[in-house]
């Protein structure tokens, strides 16, 4: 529960076209009333991303689709009915409501609603829909907790709405129901073989994280340092091999293979990894690890998300800028 105090400061911070920083169950959104174009603007503006990347609008209740969607099929009802509140976006033709600030100009907009006590709070008593990306500079780790938003966004963001670590740890999944055929555009938080039992058949991903295409995967969801997967039969030698290179190797897994310097766990269990693992991406780049080798968890369930996320992060990236400090010599 929201002090009266903070729930009305929220509400008066997005009346105003300011910026909240939210909690939800996936990872912390960047808010702001999505009809104020100035605001939606602004958000663009922090995070350092292009206006042609859509955002996600966020709704108190599955009531409120039709007034942000049209020609809403009976699928987007059955999976909103489903799954809302909940880690899924829908994909559904516009309204007029949703501006082309929100949704890049396309004639389709992301709709969820998401589920925490205290943004259901917020979206309830403001009445209207947050649009709100995840709450990270563009390109970078999406924030589980309310310092990693802090630490990231720092004097940018109106007010951080401290809501605790999230309980799902990466991104919504996105399902685009604008064609023939449901399909997934991002997998996430709610796993493929649920949303299957849910439709009754199975459904095609589309997501493009398979694809090592530079320019449009690169640099997403990256820590600093660079990433490197292997399966987890491969990773005992992998260690040896990149730190026998010089390298500071961070090792991500679920038991600490011999010989790693420094290693975190990332637990075996699929929803338990996409829990931590961008918190441990973060911890990995705080200890200076010039390369993280991180053990991928099976295909199962969030087993999915997590793979997706890590094959973006170790996809082919520009070159940053190395931390200050920390010189060869
Ligand atoms: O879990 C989440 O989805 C989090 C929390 C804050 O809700 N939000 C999030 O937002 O991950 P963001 O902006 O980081 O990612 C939104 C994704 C983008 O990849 C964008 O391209 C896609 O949603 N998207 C938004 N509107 C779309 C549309 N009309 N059609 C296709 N994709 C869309
Ligand atoms: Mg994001």
């Not at 055929?181 to 439709?199: K, N």
């Not at 990149?242 to 699929?270: C, K, N, Y």
């Not at 990894?273 to 991180?294: C, N, Q």
Request: aromatic share 4%; net charge neutral.
């Amino acid at each position: 529960m929201l002090t009266k105090e903070t729930l009305h400061r929220a509400v008066e911070t997005l009346r105003r076209g300011d910026l909240v920083a939210l909690p939800t169950e996936t990872v912390y959104g960047l808010g702001a009333d999505a009809e104020n174009e100035l605001a939606v603007r602004h958000i663009f503006a922090v995070k350092g991303r292009p206006a042609d990347h859509p955002l996600i609008v966020h709704l108190a209740d599955a009531e409120a689709l039709d007034a942000w969607a049209r020609d809403v099929p009976p699928v987007a009802r059955t999976l909103a009915a489903a799954f809302w509140p909940g880690p899924l976006s829908l994909v559904l033709r516009r309204t007029a409501r949703a501006t082309d600030a929100v949704t890049g100009g396309q004639d389709t907009v992301a709709l969820r609603v998401p589920d925490h006590p205290l943004t259901l709070e917020v979206l309830h008593a403001f009445g209207g829909g947050v649009a709100a990306p995840s709450a990270n500079r563009f390109g970078r780790i999406s924030p589980t907790t309310a310092e990693h938003v802090r630490e990231e966004l720092d004097g940018d963001v109106d007010l951080v709405l401290d809501g605790g670590p999230c309980r799902v740890g990466l991104e919504s999944t996105i399902v685009d129901l604008t064609g023939e055929r449901p399909a997934v555009l991002r997998p996430g938080g709610v796993p493929l073989d649920a949303l299957e039992r849910v439709l009754g058949h199975p459904v095609e991903v589309r997501s493009k994280s398979a694809v090592r295409v530079s320019g449009t995967l690169a640099s997403h969801y990256a820590p600093r340092a660079g990433v490197v997967l292997t399966e987890p039969m491969a990773l005992e030698s992998r260690v040896h091999a990149e730190q026998s290179q010089g390298h500071r190797v961070a090792v991500l897994s679920p038991t600490r293979p011999p010989g790693a310097v420094f290693w975190r766990e990332l637990p075996a269990e699929p929803a338990d990894a996409a829990r931590v693992l961008y918190s441990r991406l973060r911890e990995a780049d705080a200890e200076g690890a010039t390369l993280i080798l991180v053990s991928l968890p099976r295909p199962e369930g969030l087993g999915l998300a997590v793979r997706d996320r890590l094959h973006r992060a170790a996809a082919p990236r520009p070159p940053l800028p190395s931390p200050p400090g920390r010189g060869k010599g």
